[in-house]
């Protein structure tokens, strides 16, 4: 079994005292794989110090998360990833993670669509996937993405936790995808009722580690190997031998992000 988790921060702060160890821990749960979204200019040498070590394991993506966007440096912080994306000199799986949060801070939303949309651009000049944070916003999510849809256009809402109507609407863009994470295994997370509906070629798995610890995990710090308890869950919830699960979900986020993983 191989799984790939498809959105980890493996490379905060949280996991400095065991990073090699949290590494091997994935290893013997069948998590080969890792894709490390950046947030900030401050996360780009975290996100290439893991993808240096681990080469054949770690996989960068490059962008500006929303919780970030600031009018006073919002500039600055998109010129340093558009940087990193065209001068480091090293192969980014996607752009990301990008997108809509209006949890914390509501009044950066002209800048959050302004960031979008520049990284967007960008997604699509270097034909690679866009990966899209979305809390509390899946309308100016919506709304972005009815006007920069084409078929030059692929990605993932990660951590998916809206709707069926919702998840549908993602997957009708075209080659779009909903990773699923931790809160699927949550007694009242909703996914319960979406993921048995949805197309079994449009899901990829993920943890968003440190963030969201799947049960029997919840409210700790979580990790990449905990991808092993989403692939179960997801099964559970297709009705599906879990190496189907895995197999499915792996060969999804291989078609999406251009990967190949032995």
């Not at 040498?45 to 770690?58: A, E, I, K, L």
Request: with cysteine; aromatic share 8%; proline share 5%.
């Amino acid at each position: 079994m191989h799984l790939i988790d498809t959105h980890t921060h493996l490379y905060q702060p949280a996991f400095d005292t065991d990073r090699e160890a949290a590494m091997e821990r994935c290893l013997s749960a069948g998590v080969h794989t890792l894709l490390l979204p950046n947030i900030d200019s401050e996360s780009i040498p975290r996100v290439h110090g893991m993808m240096d070590q681990w080469p054949d394991r770690c996989f960068g993506m490059m962008g500006l998360h929303p919780c970030h966007v600031k009018p006073d440096s919002m500039e600055a912080e998109l010129a340093a990833c558009e940087d990193a994306l065209r001068n480091s000199g090293r192969r980014y799986v996607a752009v990301g993670e990008i997108g809509f949060d209006l949890h914390w801070d509501k009044t950066t939303l002209k800048e959050q669509h302004t960031a979008f949309e520049r990284q967007v651009a960008w997604a699509k000049e270097l034909q690679l996937p866009i990966v899209i944070h979305v809390r509390e916003a899946f309308d100016d999510m919506f709304e972005a993405l009815d006007r920069l849809n084409d078929e030059g256009l692929r990605g993932v809402v990660h951590c998916f936790t809206g709707t069926l109507e919702q998840a549908n609407r993602v997957v009708e863009y075209g080659d779009f995808y909903l990773g699923i994470g931790g809160v699927a295994t949550y007694k009242n997370g909703g996914l319960d009722a979406v993921l048995p509906h949805v197309p079994h070629d449009r899901v990829i798995l993920e943890t968003d580690s440190p963030y969201l610890a799947p049960v029997p995990h919840r409210g700790k710090r979580n990790e990449s190997s905990y991808t092993a308890i989403v692939a179960q869950r997801l099964a559970d919830l297709w009705e599906v031998p879990i190496e189907q699960a895995a197999q499915r979900t792996t060969d999804n986020a291989q078609r999406l992000f251009s990967i190949e993983v032995h």
